[in-house]
Antibody, heavy 124, light 107 residues
Framework: QLQLEESGPGLVKPSETLSLTCTVS??????????WEWIRQPPGKGLEWIGT???????DYTPSLRSRATISVDTSKNQFSLKLSSVTAADTAVYYC????????????????WGQGTLVTVSS | DIQMTQSPSSLSASVGDRVTITCRAS??????LNWYQRKPGKAPKLLIY???SLQSGVPSRFSGSGSGTDFTLTISSLQPEDSAIYSC?????????FGGGTKVEIK
């Protein structure tokens, strides 16, 4: 059974870089059917898709975060990571990792499964 | 970007009630619409994909319908464990976007 788990610091200072890792178990991150995602939910707001990475290293990001976000994959560790630079209080959120699998029914695909999420607070 | 608007933002209903949540897309997305359930401290859970297909393991009291711009998630008989936030997500075009969420509470 595929499982994902986020890890990383829960507190980051303003202007610094947020770094999170998602560890995948139950399947190879190199499975060609899968894309690997980062999604966040700021307090009191809805979910926001951050970006995606494929096992080969190809990435895509939501336009508003493209200049600050970097998603990478480490196939040897079955992990993928998110770095978000120059953070502000607006980046305080629960960060989730998830698997996305495009199909003919869902075009770009749905997110399933998800990790439990990790709260990252940006504060000095 | 495709904007997804959910209504209501919250609702309170009794056990056994029929509950309907609406999701509207700012442009047509065919049937590329998915629904999720979120509970505090738990991993979000996929309920419905492709507007009306029930994800494996999800109780049959959950159903989805719609196409184009207007979609609904229905809980036919609300149960105590259904207290959660429900979110829609379009998978028609990038960037993938979510609705703001609907909080369902049990009276």
């Amino acid at each position: 059974q595929l499982q994902l788990e986020e890890s990383g610091p829960g507190l980051v200072k303003p202007s610094e870089t947020l770094s999170l890792t998602c560890t995948v178990s139950g399947d190879s991150i190199s499975n060609t059917n899968n894309y690997w995602e980062w999604i966040r939910q700021p307090p009191g707001k809805g979910l926001e898709w951050i970006g995606t990475v494929y096992y080969s290293g190809g990435t895509d990001y939501t336009p508003s975060l493209r200049s600050r976000a970097t998603i990478s994959v480490d196939t040897s560790k079955n992990q993928f990571s998110l770095k978000l630079s120059s953070v502000t209080a607006a980046d305080t959120a629960v960060y989730y990792c998830a698997r996305r699998r495009p199909t003919t029914e869902t075009r770009h695909g749905c997110f399933d499964p998800w990790g439990q999420g990790t709260l990252v607070t940006v504060s000095s | 970007d495709i904007q997804m608007t959910q209504s209501p933002s919250s609702l309170s209903a009794s056990v056994g009630d029929r509950v309907t949540i609406t999701c509207r897309a700012s442009q047509g997305i065919s049937s590329y619409l998915n629904w999720y359930q979120r509970k505090p401290g738990k991993a979000p859970k996929l309920l419905i994909y492709a507007a009306s297909s029930l994800q494996s393991g999800v109780p049959s009291r959950f159903s989805g319908s719609g196409s184009g711009t207007d979609f609904t998630l229905t809980i036919s008989s609300l149960q105590p464990e259904d207290s959660a936030i429900y979110s829609c997500q379009q998978s028609d075009r990038a960037p993938l976007t979510f609705g703001g969420g609907t909080k369902v509470e049990i009276k």
